[in-house]
């Protein structure tokens, strides 16, 4: 399983950084993604990392996804981060290398995920 850290309190504008560790070889031949939901909210699509790198549009330019094959390590930048950025954070991992950008946006897709971890961004 996986199991996302990082998270915290801030205030706005700040930066984070998450780390999850991911199965042995999602992240240097599979998928891998972040995906977030706020008290109330569905889980949404933030970034993946696989063929490409895919960001939803409310954090493209301000956060960064990476990978660490050899460390079986995944990464989520977040500069410049907002209330509105205020959830639960998980990072979720396949076996799979996905083909379509629709794909890596699904939850649904992703076999392996993590526990969450909780990110609140003051105003």
């Known amino acids: 399983q996986l199991q996302a850290s990082g998270g915290g309190l801030v205030q706005t504008g700040v930066s984070l950084k998450l780390v999850c560790v991911a199965p042995a070889g999602t992240v240097s031949r599979g998928t891998v993604g972040w995906f977030r939901q706020a008290p109330g909210r569905e889980r949404e699509f933030v970034a993946a990392?696989?063929?490409?790198?895919y960001y939803a549009d409310s954090v493209k330019g301000r956060f960064t996804c990476s990978g660490d094959g050899a460390r079986n390590t995944m990464y989520l930048q977040m500069n410049s981060l907002k209330p509105e950025d205020t959830a639960v954070y998980y990072c979720?991992?396949?076996?799979?290398?996905?083909?379509?950008?629709?794909?890596?946006?699904?939850?649904?897709?992703?076999?392996?995920w993590g526990q969450g971890t909780l990110v609140t961004v003051s105003s």
């Open positions: 979720a991992a396949d076996d799979r290398t996905f083909r379509t950008r629709y794909a890596y946006s699904q939850a649904s897709e992703y076999y392996y």
């Open positions: 990392w696989g063929r490409g790198t």
